[in-house]
């Protein structure tokens, strides 16, 4: 079986790369105004979202509602509970950090292209996943910010949720709704040209990665990170995702789900938004903290979700229906 690498994985690699050799560019004395491209591009990457989001489908989707409650659920409670389990055996300060950084990847909400792909590939319930992976954005504007406030106002004396949902409303949710009104005029034109915005939207990304990491090479924040550290991030988030695709799979079962329905709950709910995560690390942390620390754990998920699950996708696509 023939393994493509996907190329947007190589792409952080670059970009970090890139942050790593020429970290002036991105950093605060920085003449090029990153900050403001970044807030313009995020912006537009939800206008277009809510441009091509369509409400019948939505509408339609809603007749599955156990499908839906157990993917929003395992997204958006039982990720985050695992890793709560884990909170009373941190003891240093590094330790402490290393774990919030879990906590906001466990609280971020689905992916939409690479779950519907995943799952259309694996032969699941690809209208589902569609209905899923779209509605998992929209609750995460709201939830993630709760989950992270938990514990963000305990370390920050700069969090405070009234501006950050402020944020999150003028920059995400308004771009949304500006673009689900105006789906009349200019929604076969973002279907039509859907290639060329999921480039948009990973070039936005990568600029964001590329600022957040840049600062931290800047500000030496890196040193704290041992080889050792990097090792326990990448198996740890490895073996989130197959603690939370098994027991996705055993709930399946419990519900009497169908083959189809099965391989949905397990594809879309173990995935976790490298878009909302970069997204939501500019707005929901304070500008003391190392954001490119913070993105670590989510890239390793990122660039390990994709792999494991086409793997898994490849075999369940030879199935014989």
Not at 43 to 50: A, D, E, H, K
Not at 197 to 216: C, G, H, N, Q, R
Request: glycine share 6%.
């Amino acid at each position: 079986m023939k393994l493509k690498i996907d190329t947007f994985v190589l792409a952080i690699i670059a970009t970090i790369l890139i942050a790593y050799l020429f970290p002036a560019w991105g950093s605060k004395d920085s003449p090029i105004p990153l900050d403001l491209i970044g807030s313009i591009g995020i912006s537009l990457i939800f206008f277009f979202y809510g441009l091509k989001l369509s409400p019948e489908k939505i509408k339609l989707g809603l007749k599955n509602w156990k499908l839906h409650a157990l993917v929003q659920s395992t997204t958006f409670i039982i990720f985050p509970l695992t890793i709560l389990l884990f909170r009373p055996f941190i003891q240093s300060e590094n330790g402490e950090f290393i774990w919030l950084s879990f906590l906001f990847l466990a609280a971020l909400p689905s992916t939409v292209s690479s779950s519907v792909v995943m799952v259309s590939m694996a032969k699941g319930n690809v209208p589902a996943a569609i209905f899923n992976a779209s509605i998992s954005g929209l609750i995460g504007i709201g939830i993630t910010p709760l989950w992270m406030g938990f514990f963000l106002n305990n370390t920050s004396s700069e969090f405070e949720l009234g501006s950050i949902y402020l944020k999150l409303l003028t920059e995400i949710l308004a771009p949304v709704v500006i673009g689900i009104a105006l789906q009349k005029y200019g929604s076969k034109y973002a279907q039509r040209y859907t290639k060329e915005l999921s480039t948009f939207d990973k070039s936005i990304i990568l600029l964001i990665i590329y600022k957040s990491f840049a600062e931290s090479f800047e500000e030496n924040v890196f040193t704290s990170v041992d080889i050792l550290d990097l090792l326990f991030i990448g198996i740890t988030t490895t073996a989130l995702f197959y603690a939370i695709y098994y027991l996705t799979g055993i709930l399946s079962k419990k519900l009497k789900f169908s083959l189809e329905d099965q391989i949905t709950a397990q594809f879309c709910g173990t995935k976790k938004s490298l878009v909302h995560g970069t997204v939501f690390s500019k707005i929901l942390f304070p500008a003391s903290m190392p954001t490119g620390i913070i993105l670590l754990p989510l890239m390793l998920f990122h660039a390990s979700q994709i792999f494991i699950v086409s793997i898994i996708a490849s075999k369940l696509a030879k199935r014989t229906p």
